[in-house]
């Protein structure tokens, strides 16, 4: 996905995503499992979809876009 000049994709920090894209409209946070791994989910709308990035430990590990 690209969000202002710069490719975000699978691995991305998460630092380069809200440089590039900016402050996301929502924002989850996650914490569990026995390392307390922590999983946010970034709400985007861009180009007209809803754009869904999951963090995973600091970096990306999901990008989900959506019509809707």
Excluded: H
Aim: charge should be positive.
């Amino acid at each position: 996905m690209n969000c202002g000049g710069t490719w975000i994709r699978q691995g991305s920090s998460l630092f380069d995503v809200l440089d590039s894209c900016g402050t996301p409209l929502a924002r989850e946070e996650l914490t569990g499992g026995g390392a307390e791994i922590k999983v946010e989910t970034l709400f985007y709308k861009l180009a007209n979809k809803k754009t869904y990035i999951t963090v995973r430990a600091g970096s990306v590990s999901k990008i989900e876009l959506s019509r809707r």
